[in-house]
C-alpha cells in the first residue's frame, strides 16, 4: 500500500508541474476536533494547478491524519482537469483504521444501543467524465474497497449483520457545474448524479447498488457581503449493503450537531442552506441548517417528520487564489451538540 501512494503521488505531483502553467502548493499542520474523533492532527499537502486557459483549478490533495483514539487515515485525492477542461480524472486512494458508534438502522433508533467498533478499510474509487456540452461532464466510475470490523461487543447488534469483505461496483455519472470556482464558490451551480452497481460480476461479495444526487446554488444576497448557498443531497440504496456503506445523518459536513453516523438506513433526502457573512476580507460569519432524515423504502418517505440541527462557525482564510478556509463550526440538534475544527467548507 505504501510503495503504492508513493508512486501515485511523485507521477501525479511530476505530471501537474510539468503540464500546467498556474501551480500553487500549500502545507497545512492543523490541529482539529470533531466530538467523533476528540483531538487530532492533520497533515493536508493540497496541489492547485491549471492552465491560463482553463477555468478550473486541478487538485492534487495529499492527507493524512492522527487522532487522540488512536484513529488514523492516509490518502491521495486526485482531481485532474486536462485537454483543456475536456476531461477530469477524480479518484481517492484511502487506507482507515477508525473506531466509529453503531445505534442500529432506522431513524427511531436508540442512544441506549450505542456501541463501538473498530472499522478498518482500504481501497480505491475512480472516475473518469468527458465534456458533452458547455459545463456538462458524463463519465463512467469504479470503486473497490476490502472492509472489516473489529472489537465488537459480543451482545451487540452488530454481530447479526455481515459486515467483512470485499465491495466492487462499477458505474456512470454526470455533472453539470456553472460555478465561478471549484475550490471556493461565490456564483453558480452545481448538479451531480452518480449510479453504481455492486454485484458478483465485479467481485463483489456484496449485492446492492447506489445512486446519489447532489445539487448546490451560491449566490451573493448583498453586495458580495452576504454569500448565500445551499445544498439538496441525497443517497438511495437498493439491495443488502454492509452497515459501514449506509446513507448516514451526521459529522462534519452533513447536518451538522448529531453525531457522525447517528442516523443510517438505505434512503437520505437532507437539505443545508448556509449564510456566509464578510466581516473582513481574511475573517467570514457562517450561519447554517441542516434537515432532512432516513428512511428504509421509499414508501417510508414522510417530510413531515424530519431532523434539524443549526448552527454558527467562522471562515477564517489561510490562502488566496483559490481562497482555501480555515472551518470551526459549532452545532446543535435536539440530542447532541457538534464543535468542528477543519479545512474546506461543508459543501
Known amino acids: 500500500m505504501k510503495r503504492i501512494f508513493i508512486l501515485i503521488s511523485l507521477t501525479l505531483a511530476f505530471y501537474s508541474s510539468q503540464v500546467y502553467s498556474q501551480s500553487r502548493n500549500i502545507f497545512f499542520l492543523v490541529p482539529f476536533y470533531m466530538p467523533e474523533t476528540n483531538f487530532g492532527l492533520v497533515f493536508t ?17 495529499f492527507f493524512s491524519l492522527y487522532t487522540l483514539k488512536n484513529q ?26 477508525f473506531t466509529r458508534k453503531y445505534f442500529g438502522i432506522g ?3 436508540s442512544k ?11 481501497g480505491a474509487c475512480i472516475s473518469l467524465s468527458r465534456k458533452i ?14 472492509m472489516t470490523i473489529q472489537d465488537t461487543k459480543d451482545t451487540g447488534q452488530i454481530q447479526y449483520h455481515k459486515t467483512n469483505g470485499i465491495i466492487s461496483g ?11 470556482s471549484n475550490i471556493y464558490p461565490t456564483k453558480g451551480v452545481l448538479a451531480k448524479a452518480d449510479y453504481l452497481l455492486y454485484n458478483d460480476n465485479f467481485a463483489s461479495e456484496y449485492n446492492y447498488s447506489k445512486i446519489k444526487f447532489d445539487f448546490r446554488n451560491y449566490f451573493y444576497i448583498y453586495h458580495k457581503k452576504i454569500l448565500f448557498s445551499y445544498q439538496v443531497y441525497s443517497e438511495f440504496i437498493n439491495g443488502k449493503a454492509p452497515i459501514q456503506v449506509l446513507p448516514a445523518i451526521g459529522g462534519a459536513n452533513l447536518i451538522r450537531g448529531f453525531y457522525a453516523n447517528r442516523y443510517i438506513d438505505n434512503i437520505l433526502l437532507t437539505v443545508q442552506p448556509e449564510l ?54 459549532f452545532a446543535a440538534s435536539n440530542e447532541s451538540r457538534g464543535t468542528y475544527f477543519t479545512l474546506m467548507e461543508a459543501f
Open 133 to 146: 456540452i458547455k459545463n456538462l461532464m458524463v463519465g463512467i466510475q469504479y470503486d473497490l474497497e476490502d
Open 276 to 329: 456566509k457573512i464578510k466581516i473582513t476580507n481574511v475573517i467570514l460569519l457562517a450561519l447554517f441548517t441542516g434537515i432532512g432524515n432516513i428512511y428504509n423504502n421509499l414508501e417510508d418517505i414522510d417530510l413531515g417528520k424530519i431532523k434539524i440541527a443549526s448552527g454558527a462557525g467562522i471562515r477564517i482564510k489561510v490562502k488566496d487564489n483559490p481562497r482555501l478556509n480555515f472551518r470551526i463550526d
Open 107 to 109: 431513524n427511531n433508533s
Open 45 to 61: 499537502d493540497i496541489l492547485h494547478f491549471k492552465k491560463d486557459n482553463q477555468k478550473h483549478f486541478s487538485a492534487l490533495n
Open 170 to 180: 462499477l458505474g456512470f455519472k454526470a455533472t453539470f457545474d456553472t460555478r465561478n
Open 112 to 122: 441506549d444501543d450505542e456501541e463501538d467498533f473498530l472499522n478498518r478499510n482500504h
Open 72 to 97: 488514523f487515515i492516509f490518502g491521495v485525492s486526485p482531481s485532474i482537469y486536462f485537454d483543456n477542461g475536456n476531461y477530469l480524472l477524480e479518484g481517492k486512494l484511502i487506507y482507515k483504521c
